[in-house]
């Protein structure tokens, strides 16, 4: 049953994945001023979205692992599979954001409250994912890992902030003026723009539905590996009383 | 109340206990029972789980298969009860190398919510006087840094003593240190399991003897030294 | 937890006296960090005396790094950990010890490079109490925050680079925050001052609140 709703998931991420990508370069006109760099519009924002979707997920159910009456095993897997997920996002959402930004902004990268927040919450992530890595029982790593993914996603707030001020106290305002937001977004595009928010959300539930029961069948499969190893164990006392 | 209930019940008492380190199975199937007041040598080559027990009856494992109860605490629930009731003297001193044995004892009491006065005498017990007592460890011989954490047992003089091969190491005079530090806790009615991969030299005393084999009990029989009733 | 607190902080300022590796390796390091972006900005004073506030911090975190890892490697002793466990002590008074002794440290470190962005790097400041101010509450999140993350990654075999991968990115606000104050602190009157020292304020809160509540989970092995 479960696997039938992560089936039809999957399926329909892909359709709506589809119908953006049609939409979004066949049907929508093109911005005034920003010409054809406007259809990021319609893969940029529903990645950030999904990006700290991700995060939020990640941190809540670090929360629910960590409180003792919810701990659940399916939780710290649910973590694994959001952090994963939302550190692909995040890169992507930098990178289309810079492939954006140098045409329309005249640079790569600005040091805005937002793009840095969402750079450093990539790095805090990645770092999550490499601590994750690291030896100890199943229960102590993912303890620890949900320790970690709550103390770093309550930086990201203070992060912005510092950020924010860091900048327009130093620039005036924020280079993010020029674009959309004056003339707003009208008819076939803000239906795109609707979609592509749909879509990426269904393809996010999808990787993470597909990766958490990976983790469970690991986990699974780790029970059976339990018994092999007690009989190699006690094996190995009475193979050196033979060798003796 | 807890008294009453260590009276009635077995100080230890494991049953087929598998526990881990992390992915490793350090215990396949161990069982063991003894009464308050016992001493219990657990023998086995290297390799064979004999700390691995220990650190289970201390609470130190994560037990995944069989049951176990220790001063009538649940390993796997209540194992946390056994803070302040356990020592556990392993290969190392449990104590900061950089500090004197003095210093390393009066800051075990503090967290040990302990009585200060008993650091003098502790440190008494062992001959650790004078210069050695305010030396830093890492000065110390191999010999003198024992009897250091031997001396914080006897500061702790805990329910139960769990003491990992407490004789290597030792010369004549140590050992027979160990031996009367033993006899003494018994006498007060504690509980104390070593280990040893003599069989001659933990059977002697002791009153039983488990034996383990690849991280699974073998086989336990009374020692020589009879069960030492408490009154 | 203050009892334990106060025991584990004396006891690690104690092995810091008898080891002296603070003095004889944290602060000669954060001196030499100090003259290395002296080079790398240019003999120009005004680049200088810009800079200054920033280079000083940026050597504090780095100091940070090392002082959380031997604050760290100082229970990693054989035996110590269990011995701790079984004692009965409070994980909560063991944070704010360690976090305390490590504080107490990280001052040593500041004073040194305060001193050395004074004489030089032009470093001049108006409002001392602003600086004293600043430098506090930095020094509070930077402690607490270290000594947590140092303990999270304590326990794993990669110690020494995950700890400045897993921190760095999180003590930002800290570093931009008391590097404005100290820039600010040298001209009369300046603003936005409330702000700065509030997100000072709300990360040290912050990380000390985490470390009292998590530090027992962190460091439980099963």
Not at chain 2, 143 to 160: D, M, Y
Request: with cysteine; hydrophobic share 50%.
């Amino acid at each position: 049953m479960k696997r039938h709703r992560l089936t039809i998931t999957g399926w329909a991420a892909a359709v709506t994945l589809i119908a953006t990508a049609i939409l979004g370069i066949l049907v929508t006109p093109q911005d005034v001023t920003q010409k054809e760099y406007s259809r990021f519009l319609y893969l940029h924002p529903p990645m950030a979205w999904v990006a700290y979707l991700a995060f939020g997920v990640a941190a809540l159910s670090s929360v629910l692992y960590l409180w003792p009456r919810t701990r659940r095993e399916a939780f710290d897997h649910l973590a694994l599979a959001s952090v994963e997920a939302g550190v692909l996002f995040t890169g992507l959402v930098l990178v289309t954001g810079s492939m954006w930004a140098e045409p329309v902004w005249g640079t790569y990268w600005v040091w805005d409250a937002r793009l840095t927040a969402t750079a450093l919450m990539f790095v805090l992530f990645l770092g999550y994912l490499a601590f994750r890595r690291t030896g100890g029982t199943k229960q102590n790593i993912a303890r620890r890992s949900a320790i970690v993914a709550l103390v770093s996603f309550i930086d990201v707030p203070i992060v912005h902030f510092s950020v924010l001020w860091w900048n327009t106290l130093h620039q005036g305002p924020s280079v993010l003026t020029p674009g959309l937001s004056a003339q707003g977004v009208h008819g076939s595009m803000a239906w795109t723009m609707l979609l592509s928010f749909v879509a990426f959300t269904l393809l996010f539930c999808w990787m993470v539905g597909r990766r958490t029961a990976l983790e469970r069948l690991r986990a699974s499969a780790g029970g059976s590996e339990l018994q092999e190893a007690i009989a190699a164990r006690r094996a190995e006392g009475t193979s050196v009383e033979v060798g003796a | 109340m807890l008294a009453v209930r260590w009276a009635e019940m077995e100080a230890l008492a494991l049953h087929n206990v598998v526990a881990l380190d992390g992915t490793f199975p350090v215990l396949a199937g161990a069982s063991l029972e003894a009464p308050q007041g016992s001493l219990v040598a657990v023998l086995g080559g290297n390799g064979a789980g004999k700390t691995s027990l220990l650190r289970t009856l201390a609470g130190l494992t994560t037990i995944v298969e069989g049951s176990g109860q220790v001063l009538g605490f649940d390993l796997s629930t209540k194992a946390s009860g056994l803070v302040g009731n356990v020592c556990l003297l392993g290969h190392g001193t449990g104590l900061y190398e950089e500090l004197s044995p003095q210093a390393n004892l009066k800051y075990l009491a503090t967290i040990g919510r302990l009585n200060r006065s008993g650091v003098a005498s502790a440190l008494d017990r062992v001959g650790l006087t004078g210069r050695m007592a305010t030396t830093p460890l890492q000065q110390l011989s191999a010999g003198q840094r024992r009897r250091a954490a031997l001396a914080s047992l006897i500061l702790r003089s805990p329910a139960l003593w769990l003491m990992d091969e407490p004789h290597a190491s030792l010369d004549a005079g140590g050992r027979a240190l160990v031996d009367a530090l033993i006899a003494e806790a018994i006498w007060r009615g504690s509980t104390v399991v070593l280990t040893s991969h003599d069989p001659n030299e933990a059977s002697a005393a002791a009153d039983l003897v488990v034996e383990l084999v690849g991280g699974a009990t073998s086989g336990a029989r009374s020692g020589g030294g009879g069960i030492h009733h408490v009154s | 937890m203050f009892r334990d607190a106060w025991a584990v902080f004396v006891k690690d300022l104690r092995i810091e006296a008898a080891s002296r590796v603070g003095l004889w390796q944290v602060l000669p390091f954060a001196a030499i960090a100090l003259l290395l972006f002296a080079f790398a900005l240019g003999p120009s004073h005004r680049v200088l005396a810009s800079g200054a506030a920033g280079v000083t911090w940026v050597g504090v975190v780095f100091a940070t790094f090392l002082i959380v890892g031997r604050s760290q490697s100082i229970e990693a002793g054989a035996g110590i950990a269990e011995s701790q466990r079984l004692a009965g002590v409070d994980p909560a008074g063991v944070f704010l010890g360690k976090a305390g002794a490590v504080a107490v440290q990280l001052l040593a470190v500041e004073g040194l490079l305060g001193v050395g962005a004074r004489l030089l790097l032009d470093f001049h400041c108006a409002r001392w109490w602003l600086v004293v101010v600043a430098s506090l509450l930095a020094t509070i999140g930077l402690s607490a925050a270290g000594t947590l993350y140092g303990a999270l990654v304590g326990a794993t075999r990669a110690r020494e680079t995950l700890l400045p991968m897993l921190v760095l990115p999180v003590l930002v606000p800290v570093l931009i925050a008391v590097v404005r104050l100290w820039q600010a602190s040298g001209v009369a009157e300046g603003q936005g001052l409330a702000g700065w020292l509030s997100i000072l304020g709300t990360f040290a809160v912050i990380y000390t609140a985490a470390g009292i509540l998590f530090y027992g989970q962190v460091q439980e092995h099963s």
